[in-house]
């Protein structure tokens, strides 16, 4: 699979989805056209081309480039349950995030077999921000007592 087809996915399979294309990367933002600005919203996955922030993938390398994703803490404790050293430069690996698997970020570099098993955390991820925009919404148009 290559940048454009992952980005086809996420923006045809889900609901709601808008990107913006900025500092070498791809933001995907769940976005209802409420009006929010996206600004005030945060990506729930991120498609990354460059070693412009972190040099721990290679990216550098011709047709590299790293699909990320922030899923629950269950999830990302379920699929790495065991402490191990991973190989961050690996192709088509779904793996914790090079930075932010503290805040329970997967990756996968350039994934093409591992893309099936992606999907479902995709799903977890545009799930997640649609709940927290709902929540943000009722929260915003309560009146103030």
Known sequence: MDEAAVTEHITEAYPGVDTVVAMSA??????PG???????????????????HDQFSDLARPGVFRLNVGVSKDTFRSLFADDRDHDFTALDRIMPHPVYGK??????????????AVKPLLAEAHR??????????????????
């Open 26 to 31: 791809t933001f995907f933002f769940y976005n």
């Open 128 to 145: 997640a921000a649609v709940a927290k925009r709902a929540k943000a919404t009722a929260h915003r148009s309560k009146p103030c007592q």
């Open 103 to 116: 805040m329970y970020w997967v990756c996968v570099l350039n994934p093409d077999a591992t893309f099936e």
């Open 34 to 52: 409420d009006g929010t600005p996206k600004d005030h919203t945060f990506p729930f996955a991120t498609l990354v081309t460059t070693d412009e």
